[in-house]
């Protein structure tokens, strides 16, 4: 199973909120670059970032910090989610050196572009799924649409296979250390063709346990990780094994 650090940018600081909460934030380092060092460090090949702030505005916010991060991954896997929103911005992020970008906010209001996007750049998208019991959240997790998100992804499977992969984020348990929602989690796996990433709330080992147990493509691990609750050395070498 791949195992994702997270690194969450609001103000160019690398942060975590509590369920979405822009209010609810706690700065982690004003340095996001050397978190994403010491993570690749540790044995990470993968990292998870999102412009939290771009996510709000719909255009990307922290170029520069992201920036720094590319230069330190060194040809290392990095996603970023938050703001992309179009053409123009998914071909300038990936110029930059990312290799995978998680759309969301775009995808739910016209899933027919983002399989058009998808199909023209293969193997760099990534459906965001964040939801808020059960129903497709967006514009930075600010707004809650009346969409599924089941429905979302048998939407985009509609007109295309080439959708890497799903991210899917339980907002309620986002940040909150009480482990994902594996319910809600096996409704998108049996729903998706695609491979479905975990986020939210993975806190143990036992969680990562469950969630290999459960053949989920992958996990994303923010806040459990800045505050010691794992060593990510140590699940690596779980998810490995």
Known sequence: MEIWPAIDLLGGNCVRLQQGDYQRDTIFSNHPAEIADRWFSQGAGLLHCVDLDGAKTGSIVNEQAIRDIIRVASGRVVQ??????????????????????????????????????????PGHLVLGL???????????????????????????????????????????????????????????????PFPVICSGGVTTLDDVKQLIASNTAGAIIGRSLYEGQMDLVEVLRLAKA
């Not at 983002?114 to 023209?120: D, W």
């Not at 649409?145 to 429905?151: E, G, P």
């Open 80 to 121: 970023l989610g938050g703001g992309v929103r179009t053409e123009a911005t998914i071909g300038r992020l990936l110029d930059l050196g990312l290799s995978r970008l998680v759309i969301g906010t775009a995808a739910l209001k016209d899933p027919a572009w983002f399989a058009k996007m998808c199909q023209r750049f």
């Open 130 to 192: 964040d939801a808020l019991e059960g129903m497709v959240a967006t514009e930075g997790w600010l707004e809650t649409s009346k969409t599924a998100a089941s429905d979302l992804v048998l939407r985009v499977a509609e007109h295309t296979d080439a959708c890497v992969a799903v991210v899917y984020t339980d907002i309620a348990k986002d940040g909150m250390m009480a482990g994902p929602n594996f319910k809600s989690l096996a409704e998108i796996q049996k729903a998706s």
